[in-house]
């Protein structure tokens, strides 16, 4: 899709007409899905995470009130700006086909780059004053995920998440930012599994969808190889994660309550990615992504628990 395809419905907002069809709970449910604030939830827990680390433990309701406030606003914009873009493509896919940018729910889609560039430019300017790091990671985020992965990387190359990934390191780093110290240790630790957990979490996705993604050209790995082969490569990615999350309990305050939990859903990760090696069958690959996603709940939320009790 042509640059000037994509901008066309760049027009005045107050000119359009009905925007979304239905009730409030058709307009909550539009809002979910276009904001995508199921991946804003996980992207904030990250940010929580980093916030705890630079930290040291709790950081304040001031801390997080800012982390959580301009990170959701920013991750929420970005996310609506890359179905904005991939509206065409999304059609053409089962698993998006639903999405409120292509089935009509959204009648008139000229406001939602506006408002969704509001989102990511309104935090970042509002930062800028008095936190230029916090800043400088809002806007790395949402560049990243837009521009960097959306529009350039995924229409083109096999690598698109390996690099897109950087996304959520950014979000980890806002949260560090947020707290007054963005470069801790245990921060850039866990900027670095966020690096290393999205491929293996997406491509376990593309696995599960992969006739889609090939149906809609979208380049992404296992597309390219076989289901086999496709898995391996999803091991590549969570044997390092797992290894570097169980390394994190020899940072300061972090001790057996983070690990024990996390040795446990790591061991589970690694055992999944066993079986889709073994069978590489979707329901196999939709288990792993799944427990993709507790993996990295249950590692941010072990980090938060263990650095706030008192021993």
Partial sequence: MSLSKATDSFENPLESGVVVVGGWRSALQTAVVLFKLRIVFLLLMAATGGAFLAAGGWPGWGVMGLTWLTGGMAAAGASALNQYWERNRDGLMGRTRQR????????????????????????????LPFNRPLAFFLALGAFIYVGIYTIWLKPRTLLNIVIGGAAGSAAVLSGAAAAGAWNAPGALVLAAILFLWTPFHFWSLALLYRDEYARADVPMLP??????????????????????SLLMVTLPGLGWIFFLPVLAVTTDLFLRNVRLIRDPLPLNARKLFMSSNYYLLILLLAICVDLTLPW
Avoid: C, E, F
Avoid at 101 to 107: A, K
Avoid at 223 to 244: D, E, F, K
């Fill in 100 to 127: 409120p940018l292509v089935n009509g729910d959204i009648t008139d889609p000229r406001w939602v780059p506006w408002v969704s560039l509001a989102l990511v430019i309104v935090p970042v300017l509002a930062v």
């Fill in 223 to 244: 597309t390219h190889t076989t289901p086999r082969q496709a898995a391996w490569w999803v091991m590549s990615h969570t044997l390092p994660t797992g290894i570097l």
